[in-house]
């Protein structure tokens, strides 16, 4: 598979629409459809901004394949990752709307926490 096989598909599978990568990428949707066309690759200097759109790693773009992440590297717990994973799958304006609700939710969680004492009952 070609790398912009690989975009377009990864465009698919994330609910992304072309038109708001070439947003990104500054460059015409007609140069994208060339790229297509003609099974050509996206020039290197703008493989960093399409995998960060999409989401994925540069090893993925390039070789279809992520990179594995070294045990001792790696910082986060599954559910972590469960969370990214979703996340990452949400349109990018969803992004926003989850993040507030997230935050208010935090926000409210701080607000009952200051309301119990150290024996958990309700203080005033």
Known sequence: MEIIERILQTLNE????????CRVLDIRS????TWKAKRSDPPAKYMPTIAKF??????YLLTGEEAP??????????MED???????????????????????????????????????????
């Open 54 to 59: 999409l989401g994925v790693s540069l090893d």
């Open 82 to 124: 469960e969370l990214l994973e979703l996340f990452r799958a949400l349109p990018e304006h969803k992004r926003y709307e989850f993040m507030g609700e997230l935050k208010g939710f935090l926000k409210a969680l701080e607000d009952q926490q200051k309301y119990l004492d150290e024996g958990k009952r309700l203080s005033v």
């Open 14 to 21: 994330k609910d992304k629409l072309a038109v708001d990568l």
């Open 30 to 33: 007609s140069t994208m459809s």
């Open 69 to 78: 992440v070294p045990e001792a590297v790696k910082s986060t717990t599954m």
